[in-house]
């Protein structure tokens, strides 16, 4: 999978799970099959099936292009890996986001996983060793509170939108 690629990811139960990434370190399932898609901007997305009895993704085409290009700058800005997951963390939510965070390998230094799970009301957000220098505590607080003013407001995408501008704003420009 080529960086600037998103990944849709299926779904454990209707209408609960969608991971986006960025990245050479993308979040593969590698049990399911994939599709590679040019969108409107020439990228390619690559995007597994979605397996539950409502095949209905979450978001809608233009909803999935906003989040692809905020994924995409954020990435391209910053020089790290923006992983996106909305989907049921469960009970243990920050384990589950640090799981997600660990299954990036190689890449998990530099990747920041935003993890969202609307139906439980929690929002995580876990950065690696090289990105939690660019990215702090309190940076990461203020994108969760603005993404969850956003949820209030019955804005999913937008509020998810605004906090990966908001971390990759906090994170500065790659270094080279």
Known sequence: MAPGEVVPARQDAPGET??????????EDPVYGQARVATAS?????????????SRTPFSASQ???????????????????????????????ERAEELHASLGDTAAE????AV????????????AES?????????????????????ESDLVGGMVEGL????????HAHH
């Not at 990747?111 to 935003?114: E, K, Y």
């Not at 501008?165 to 500065?172: K, N, P, S, Y």
């Open 18 to 27: 969608t991971r986006l990434t960025r990245g050479p370190g993308v979040l």
């Open 42 to 54: 020439g990228r390619i997305s690559e995007a597994t099936d979605v397996l539950a009895e409502d």
């Open 64 to 94: 999935l292009s906003r989040l692809d290009e905020a994924l995409t700058l954020a990435c391209r800005e910053t020089g790290l890996l923006f992983t996106l997951w909305v989907g049921a963390l469960g009970t243990r939510s920050r």
């Open 111 to 114: 990747a920041v996983v935003v």
């Open 117 to 128: 799970s609307p139906g439980e009301r929690v929002v995580e957000i876990v950065t690696g």
């Open 132 to 152: 939690s220098r660019r990215i702090d505590d309190r940076g990461a607080k203020l994108a969760v509170m603005s993404m969850v003013a956003s949820f209030k």
């Open 165 to 172: 501008t908001m971390l990759a704003d906090q994170a500065g």
